[in-house]
């Protein structure tokens, strides 16, 4: 049994540290993943058979935007493009802190039918609704700065073992296990508060009818 503290807190560094290895190990079918953020605006719909309701303030939602690459693959003995089923992207999001607030970890995962193993460029996108946010982070400003303190893990999974991951980058040297490690951190405090399926996929947001044909479908709940 280790009673060092100075061990205890090493072991722990040591741990965190090896987050970026482990992924790093593990088999990948994504790749340059990247992870960026905005607030943007309720988009209002003006149906002619539909009544319309005036809007004191539009709500303010976190969107949150991937690019990733897949790797090439072609189904065995032939050429016609592998597809990769029942994936899923889930999204690990520590929020800015907030003085006198507990830190929040918001999560949440979104299922795919297929995508194809092209090697080609895709988009994916993500949803943090704003009742979410005044429920738990009512005094957190929303705007460009705010953004730049998001702490975002992405992880793609395949029968629940990871085969891509991503991270919104605060800086160019910043690093998986820099980002990874702080949002595990995070998850392991009791104090932080903890919010599970808090993100939600665009099929559940008025942008789910806007450029389909840009994202892979998802699979219905």
């Known amino acids: 049994m280790i009673r060092d503290s100075k061990s205890l807190i090493f072991l722990s ?30 988009p209002e719909f003006n149906p002619s058979n539909v009544k ?9 939602w976190i969107q949150i935007d991937l690019e990733y690459t897949t790797v090439a693959r072609f189904d065995k ?3 016609d493009v592998a597809w990769l089923e029942n994936v899923v992207i889930k999204y690990d999001v520590l929020l800015p802190d907030v ?5 929040v970890v918001l999560s949440g995962k979104v299922d795919y039918w297929a995508i194809p193993l092209d090697g ?8 943090i609704h704003p009742h979410i946010l005044k429920r ?12 730049k303190d998001l702490r975002i893990l992405v992880t793609f999974e395949l029968n629940e073992s990871p085969v891509g991951h991503g991270f919104m980058k605060l800086r160019s040297s910043s690093t998986l296990a820099e980002i990874g490690g702080e949002v595990k951190r995070a ?9 599970r399926d808090a993100i939600f996929n665009r099929n559940e947001t008025p942008w789910g009818v806007i450029n389909l044909s840009h994202y892979e479908l998802i699979k219905r709940k």
């Open 136 to 147: 738990y982070v009512p005094d957190l400003k929303l705007n460009r700065s705010s953004m």
């Open 52 to 60: 319309s309701v005036s809007i004191k303030k539009l709500l303010q």
């Open 77 to 79: 003995g032939t050429q």
């Open 99 to 103: 003085p006198r607030k507990p830190r």
């Open 13 to 42: 560094f040591l741990a965190f540290a090896l987050v970026g290895e482990t992924m790093a190990q593990a088999v990948t079918y994504f790749e340059n993943v990247d992870v960026f953020a905005s607030v943007v605006y309720n």
């Open 187 to 195: 998850n392991a405090l009791p104090s932080t508060l903890k919010v």
């Open 120 to 127: 080609d460029k895709h988009y994916a996108q993500a949803f």
